[in-house]
C-alpha cells in the first residue's frame, strides 16, 4: 500500500510540473507573487489558471470563494479594461461587500496580451484574425472561453448552477455586450456593459466592427436578434463622461461617428438598438442607466475605474444589496 502511494504522488508530483514547465512556456509573464500557478481554487481570494487545451493557453482567473456555498451561491464575471488588469478588477468587487454579503464566485479572468494581443483578440472576443478577414471557429472565441471557465468552475465546486452575471468595463464592456450580441445562447442570467468606448450596433447596413456588415473576408455568423434583444442586459454611463475622447480611441473610422465621448457613443448606441427592435417589433430587454460617474477617479495611480460603476452593476445583479452607493 505504501509503494502504491509512493508511486501515485510520484506521478502527481510529475504532472504538477509538467503543468507548470507548460505555464511558463505559454506565457512570459510571472504570476508568483499571485500564486497565479495552480489549477484549483480555495476559500477567499486567489488565483487559478485555466488551461484551453486545444490552444495550448493558459488563463490566469482572479477570483472569490466563499466559505461556505449553497443554493443561492451566484457567479459573476468581472471583465476588465485595456490594461487588462483582472485583480483590480476583482479586488473592486469585493471592496463593495462584507464576506458576510458575500454570496457569490467572484471571477475576473486575465487575457494575456501575448495569447490575445491587441483590440481584435480581446474587444471584438478574438472572433477573427488581426486583419478581420478570417472567421475563427467558435470554440477559439474568448466568449467561449467564458462559457468554458464557468463549466470548470462548475465542476471544481460541485455547484448546481444555470447561469451566470457578467460585468466589463471599458475594453470589457466592449467585450461583455459584443458576447451578448455574437453569442446569444450563452448562459448569461444578466449582463452589465460600463463605460465602452466603443460599440457594435445590430446593424445589417454599418460595417463591422461598428455594425454587422462585412465587406471583405468571411462574414459575420448570423445574429439572432430575437434571442440577443431578450438577454438582459444594462449599459452604465458616466454623466461626468462628456470629454471627447483621444484619437487612441478611435480603432476604426465608424467609432468617431457614435459621439464626441463615451456618454454621446452610449447615448448613440442604445437609441439605435432601440430603434432596430421598433422596427422589428422586437421586445428588448436591454436598458440603459446614467449615473454620477467618471471612467477613472481622478488624480490615482495607478488609475482605477470609479467605484460607483461597480456599485451600480452590483445593484443590477443584486437588487436586494444594502447601503450600495448609486445614483
Not at 70 to 77: A, E, G, L, R
Not at 189 to 197: D, P, Q, T
Request: include cysteine; proline fraction near 5%.
Amino acid at each position: 500500500m505504501k509503494r502504491f502511494v509512493a508511486i501515485a504522488t510520484s506521478i502527481f508530483v510529475f504532472f504538477c510540473f509538467v503543468h507548470l514547465a507548460q505555464i511558463s512556456q505559454a506565457d512570459s509573464q510571472n504570476f508568483e507573487q499571485d500564486n497565479c500557478h495552480s489549477i484549483l481554487l480555495t476559500k477567499g481570494e486567489g488565483c487559478f489558471i485555466y488551461q484551453v487545451k486545444e490552444r495550448k493557453i493558459f488563463i490566469p482567473v482572479y477570483y472569490y470563494l466563499p466559505n461556505k456555498l449553497n443554493s443561492n451561491t451566484q457567479i459573476v464575471f468581472a471583465m476588465s479594461g485595456e490594461k487588462r488588469n483582472a485583480r483590480d478588477y476583482r479586488n473592486d468587487w469585493r471592496k463593495i461587500y462584507t464576506d458576510s454579503q458575500l454570496n457569490l464566485i467572484l471571477l475576473a479572468p486575465q487575457f494575456q496580451q501575448n495569447d490575445f494581443p491587441g483590440y481584435v483578440s480581446y474587444n471584438l472576443g478574438n472572433m477573427f484574425t488581426k486583419s478581420l478577414k478570417r472567421l475563427k471557429s467558435q470554440n477559439q472565441w474568448a466568449f467561449s472561453d467564458i462559457e468554458n471557465i464557468f463549466d470548470f468552475v462548475k465542476k471544481s465546486e460541485k455547484i448546481q448552477l444555470s447561469t451566470y452575471y457578467i460585468y466589463g468595463h471599458s475594453a470589457g464592456a466592449q467585450f461583455v455586450h459584443r458576447m451578448v450580441i455574437f453569442m446569444p445562447h450563452a448562459r448569461i442570467r444578466k449582463a452589465v456593459a460600463a463605460e465602452a468606448g466603443s460599440y457594435t450596433i445590430p446593424d445589417q447596413y454599418m460595417e463591422y466592427p461598428c455594425g454587422l456588415r462585412k465587406q471583405t473576408g468571411n462574414q459575420l455568423p448570423p445574429v439572432e436578434l430575437k434571442t440577443v434583444f431578450s438577454t438582459p442586459m444594462t449599459i452604465i454611463l458616466g454623466t461626468k463622461d462628456n470629454k471627447p475622447l483621444s484619437d487612441e480611441h478611435d480603432t476604426y473610422s465608424c467609432d468617431a461617428k457614435q459621439g464626441s465621448n463615451r456618454l454621446n457613443r452610449g447615448e448613440y448606441f442604445y437609441t439605435q438598438v432601440k430603434r432596430i427592435a421598433s422596427s422589428r417589433k422586437e421586445n428588448l430587454s436591454w436598458t440603459v442607466k446614467q449615473v454620477t460617474a467618471a471612467h477613472i477617479v481622478a488624480h490615482t495611480n495607478p488609475p482605477i475605474e470609479d467605484p460607483m460603476l461597480v456599485s451600480c452593476a452590483a445593484l443590477e445583479f443584486f437588487p436586494n444589496l444594502k447601503d450600495i452607493n448609486c445614483n
